[in-house]
Nanobody, 119 residues
Framework: QVQLVESGGGLVQAGGSLRLSCATS????????MGWFRQAPGKEREFVAR????????LYADSVKGRFTISRDSAKNTVLLQMNSLKPEDTARYYC????????????WGQGTQVTVSS
């Protein structure tokens, strides 16, 4: 059973920074890609960032490009999301997700961690 556990959320003022972490546990797990998503109250869940295991290639939503950085620590089976220059509109619950193999989509999801940015 694969589990994803997010941490690092909290309350921060606009312009501040937070670093989210997603740890994988359970059976030996090397997903094709890992991603971060977020969902604000009353809104649909939206894509934030993605990183490929093999190439390390990254992809970002336009709304976070230049402010957020996704990275991985393969030895620790951890994916990080460094969030800088945070804005009130970044307030949401952030979820980590894993795509186990190419084309399968995000099959595994964490429970999320809350990020609140005050103005």
């Amino acid at each position: 059973q694969v589990q994803l556990v997010e941490s690092g959320g909290g309350l921060v003022q606009a312009g501040g920074s937070l670093r989210l972490s997603c740890a994988t546990s359970g059976r030996t797990f090397s997903p094709y890609a890992m991603g971060w998503f977020r969902q604000a109250p009353g809104k649909e869940r939206e894509f934030v960032a993605r990183i490929s295991r093999s190439s390390g290639g990254t992809l970002y939503a336009d709304s976070v490009k230049g402010r957020f950085t996704i990275s991985r620590d393969s030895a620790k089976n951890t994916v990080l999301l460094q969030m800088n220059s945070l804005k009130p509109e970044d307030t949401a619950r952030y979820y980590c997700a894993a795509e186990p193999n190419y084309g399968l989509g995000y099959k595994y999801w964490g429970q999320g961690t809350q990020v609140t940015v005050s103005s």
